[in-house]
């Protein structure tokens, strides 16, 4: 049962709030529908790019086991890498319903390496395919990191909008109902008040009142209301009964 006091003000702000609430509930469902098509999308370039660099970094593994075979591990522990330095990653960002979306690459080429020692195929088919590593990860940490956000607003949507449908809605409704309740026994018990009060006063077919309660009659002087009254006390006193006289009777 509500706490508040029953007024029609009461109930209508009570309806106002659970119509704004059940538009924040449909906001939030479908905001979690758009958030579960961005997911799969997003996870399907993740799949793609995932695949890729696997594919990439078996290139590099074989490259290595032919470096390593060709200068030994110390011999290819001193090879000169590519030169990274001028490469910079490069990202555009987006938002969805809040959530804050990019996308990145790796932008330039590797710079000229220093001569090796014992310059090498195998070993610069080694070095060209970790560079191609590199690059190829840029973009699946950027679809990685936009999974993470989304699976994040994702559920916390979820939650609000169950909190709102399961709790705070039903909660409302049932406050709505119970003031619409105790309004309308109020409005009974005032109908029958109202009907109760109407039917009070004089009943059809009394008494006339009686002449003592009667008013007295404006129209007569004193000396006639005087007189008025002795003859009415007069009649209504019971004569005193005297028993008759023996000389007289003779």
């Not at 209508?12 to 449909?26: C, S």
């Not at 008040?193 to 404006?218: C, I």
Request: glycine share 6%; net charge negative.
């Amino acid at each position: 049962m509500s706490d508040v006091n029953p007024t029609r003000s009461v109930a209508i702000e009570m309806k106002d709030e659970r119509r704004a609430m059940h538009e924040g509930y449909v906001f939030l469902d479908e905001k979690c529908l758009l958030l579960a098509g961005e997911i799969l999308a997003e996870l399907g370039r993740y799949v793609r790019l995932r695949r890729e660099l696997l594919s990439l970094h078996e290139a590099a593994l074989d490259a290595l086991r032919s470096a390593v075979l060709r200068h030994g591990l110390e011999g290819l522990q001193v090879y000169p890498p590519a030169d990274l330095t001028l490469a910079a990653v490069r990202r555009r960002a987006r938002s969805l319903m809040g959530v804050r979306l990019q996308e990145a690459e790796l932008d330039g080429t590797p710079g000229p390496a220093p001569a090796a020692v014992e310059r090498s195929p195998e070993g610069e088919a080694c070095r060209r395919a970790y560079a191609a590593v590199v690059a190829a990860a840029v973009p699946l940490a950027a679809s990685s990191g936009n999974l993470e956000r989304l699976s994040l607003e994702y559920r916390r949507s979820v939650r609000r909008a169950r909190a709102l449908q399961d709790v705070m809605l039903p909660e409302l409704d049932r406050s709505i109902a119970d003031i619409e309740s105790r309004l309308e026994e109020l409005e009974q018990e005032d109908a029958i008040w109202m009907r109760s009060a109407a039917g009070e006063g004089p009943a059809a077919g009394s008494e006339p009142r009686s002449r003592e309660t009667r008013s007295p009659d404006t129209n007569l002087d004193p000396d006639q209301d005087q007189r008025h009254r002795a003859a009415d006390t007069a009649s209504s006193t019971p004569r005193a009964w005297h028993p008759p006289d023996r000389h007289q009777e003779g």
